[in-house]
């Protein structure tokens, strides 16, 4: 058995036998301060020879910190390069814990990539359908909870939380009023720039602003105002119950008793039904000017 030490400063002991076999004694502080030197002569030595296993002997061990750990991640990355063995031995309760905070056994492990088996065609399509199945369970029973709960609201009309109603209301009528006016100004200004181009050719530029008209009452601007304040109340509302969701909030209001379709849905729905009511009404009456004007 071949018995060497280092400096003092390194404080170590390595023991070789003629199998292959080497056993590192540490001693003392294992820190900052002898960490490098540790590590370079460990390694100058095992480049040295071949070794089949590593054990290293923690048993007099009185400090370790990370970088104390370094030297012991080498030392193992050092011996699964060359396909070896390497175990801690006599480590104290003290220096384990240390070790497992660090995820010592984890460190210096070879991560390796496999590629994921593609699924065939009737695979995917087989998973495509049990997801539309589940999603429509869940749109059936939302339905139904939906009109449970506005039959329940017709019976019991104090029930509705009218002031959040109105507030819905108002946030999807008029504060869209904006958005949807400047998009049909938008929209109808493109329209008679590009329509007025074509009609000069014939010398029908005066009829670009019944063409505009026209077109915006009857068509363009009830499509308009429609998907812009469905997506942009839809929106709001998938994040508010989202957030709401994640905040376990719904969680709470179901613990308390109450019927979430109830107190959520249903005042949305209703302000935004009502919020558009007065939509046909004022197409008529845009579509009635635009035919006077073009008469």
Not at 77 to 106: C, P, W, Y
Not at 157 to 173: A, E, H, V
Request: hydrophobic letters at 45%; one cysteine or more; proline letters at 2%.
């Amino acid at each position: 058995m071949k018995r060497s030490k280092g400096p003092k400063s390194c404080q170590y002991e390595v023991f070789e036998s003629k199998r292959g076999h080497l056993i590192v004694q540490f001693y003392g502080h294992m820190d900052s301060s002898n960490a490098a030197c540790m590590i370079q002569e460990i390694t100058s030595q095992l480049e040295r020879g071949h070794y089949i296993s590593m054990k290293v002997d923690l048993e007099k061990v009185t400090y370790l910190d990370d970088f104390g750990a370094l030297i012991l991640v080498e030392l193992k990355d050092r011996m699964i390069t060359s396909k070896g063995h390497f175990e801690i031995i006599n480590a104290s309760g003290r220096i384990q814990e240390v070790l497992s905070i660090l995820h010592f056994e984890s460190l210096g492990r070879r991560i390796t990539f496999t590629k994921p088996r593609k699924s065939g065609i009737f695979v995917r399509l087989g998973e495509a359908t049990l997801g539309l199945a589940s999603d429509l369970k869940y749109l059936i029973y939302f339905l139904g909870s939906v009109c449970m709960a506005m039959i329940y609201i017709v019976f019991h009309p104090g029930s509705l939380r009218t002031d959040d109603t109105f507030w819905y209301m108002q946030k999807t009528g008029v504060d869209a009023l904006p958005i949807v006016a400047l998009i049909s100004f938008l929209l109808g200004l493109i329209m008679a720039f590009m329509s007025s181009i074509q009609l000069k050719e014939f010398g029908a530029n005066i009829y670009v602003a019944s063409l505009v008209s026209l077109a915006m009452a009857r068509e363009l601007g009830p499509i308009m105002t429609a998907i812009i304040v469905a997506g942009r109340s839809g929106s709001a509302f998938a994040a508010e119950i989202g957030s709401m969701k994640v905040n376990e909030e719904i969680d709470a209001l179901f613990t308390m008793g109450f019927d979430t379709t109830r107190f959520l849905v249903v005042p949305k729905m209703i302000a935004k039904k009502l919020a558009g009511a007065n939509l046909p009404s004022m197409i008529k009456s845009f579509k009635k000017r635009a035919e006077s004007r073009a008469k």
